[in-house]
């Protein structure tokens, strides 16, 4: 572990000073190499499926396991988005000229080495060292054993390619053991890694928050509400409610509450009710839901505060747009909220009341994605506020340096 640390170390250094057209030729031969080689990533991936099933845990689990040929070529095409966005590396931000006889500017430049402990998605191998690669880092995977077959073979393709195109020995380093040792070891690596990212379950981001000893960029859950308001197109928020909780309910911006303001709950619960049973979701309800969908079951308190990851969804009917601000501040995680209305104040209030990293006006939840928000992927969705929120993409993996240029100037 202390030997891939130094080597990520060093390959950071030489990754600083090189240019934009080298790293994108570098994401070309990944992008290249991960279409020609299609057939062995998802002959590992079937491992790992398999060995899941096993398992028992639930489909909408496995399905973040899954690679298919459609998944593969999204990620080559997120690779080649990156390429084609502006290198965030020596974008001046801020020019100042103080009185005295200096010139001041601040710059973007690499933060060094990133390390990402992750679970499941194996897609994150490449997204995560795809983006620190075209900000100029280096970094350090640590994937889950779940999907430990998918991210060895993606891993080797991705790394292998990129030495080919010039990458320097290092810059790419996956750590390939399941033992959780590993990740203990890797938390105490605070002379080499510069910055940490965890990316999976409430458990896992506690812990790594915990115990790390590097700086560390996460969210803990996504518990997203969506409100439908009084004044919605109920057509509309029938259409963006079964969007962000059906289309994919095991990721972290899929809807797991639902908010319904009372005078929209008789003409939307029962229609989204039947909608909700045609794709499989288990309805759990206030009683006041309850009394207007026989369908629905009865909800528990711990249900307002649960992040599911399956195709199961909490109702709350709502006397007012305030109360359900308060709920939201109260049960949400702060990741990603929605409000369906067409009412432009009230949709002002709830922009400006919620406490999240993204809100959405008549939108579904699960646009929040580095790839849909142009940032061309994600290394992550950081629900904290320091120094990133929200989608992070390369100018999230940057920090700044202030350059200062003088003619003798001294302070006297």
Not at 53 to 74: C, F, W
Not at 324 to 344: L, P, Q
Request: hydrophobic fraction near 40%.
């Amino acid at each position: 572990m202390l030997l891939k640390a130094v080597a990520a170390k060093d390959a950071s250094r030489m990754l600083a000073k090189i240019n934009t057209e080298q790293k994108n030729n570098m994401l070309a031969a990944m992008s290249d190499a991960l279409e020609k080689n299609m057939k062995e990533i998802l002959f590992h991936n079937e491992i790992d499926i398999e060995a899941a099933k096993e398992t028992g845990i639930t489909p909408s689990l496995i399905d973040r396991l899954v690679l298919t040929e459609q998944r593969i070529k999204n990620i080559t095409e997120n690779i080649n988005n990156i390429i084609l966005l502006q290198d965030p590396v020596g974008t001046e931000i801020e020019k100042n000229t103080p009185s005295i006889n200096i010139d001041v500017k601040k710059i973007r430049v690499p933060l060094g080495v990133i390390a990402m402990i992750y679970e499941a998605r194996p897609n994150v191998t490449v997204d995560a060292a795809v983006l620190c690669l075209k900000a100029g880092n280096a970094i350090i995977l640590k994937g889950g054993s779940e999907a430990i077959n998918s991210n060895k073979i993606l891993a080797k393709i991705i790394y292998g390619s990129g030495i080919k195109a010039g990458m320097p020995l290092g810059g790419i380093q996956f750590i390939d053991t399941t033992d959780k040792k590993a990740v203990q070891e890797l938390l105490r690596l605070d002379d080499f890694i510069d910055l940490l990212i965890p990316r999976g379950s409430e458990e896992l981001v506690k812990y790594v928050k915990t115990h790390s000893l590097i700086p560390v960029l996460s969210h803990g859950k996504g518990l997203c509400h969506t409100y439908i308001d009084k004044d919605a197109d109920f057509e509309m928020a029938l259409k963006i409610a079964i969007n962000a909780k059906c289309q994919r309910p095991s990721v972290c911006n899929a809807m797991e509450t639902l908010l319904v303001h009372k005078d929209a709950a008789y003409k939307v619960l029962p229609r989204l009710c039947k909608l909700f049973d045609d794709n499989g979701v288990e309805v759990r309800g206030c009683n006041v839901s309850k009394s207007i969908a026989s369908s629905i079951k009865a909800a528990a308190e711990e249900d307002w505060s649960t992040e599911y990851h399956d195709l199961i969804v909490s109702v709350k009917t709502v006397n007012s747009l305030e109360e359900a601000i308060n709920h939201i501040n109260k049960y949400g995680s702060t990741h990603s909220e929605a409000i369906v209305t067409n009412n432009e104040k009230a949709a002002d209030k709830f922009i400006n009341e919620v406490d999240a990293a993204a809100v959405f006006v008549n939108a579904s939840t699960r646009l929040h994605d580095g790839s849909i928000l142009g940032l061309g992927c994600e290394i992550g969705i950081s629900t904290q506020k320091l120094h990133a929120r929200g989608s992070m993409g390369l100018k999230e993996l940057t920090t700044t340096k202030y350059v200062v240029k003088g003619n003798g100037t001294i302070r006297d």
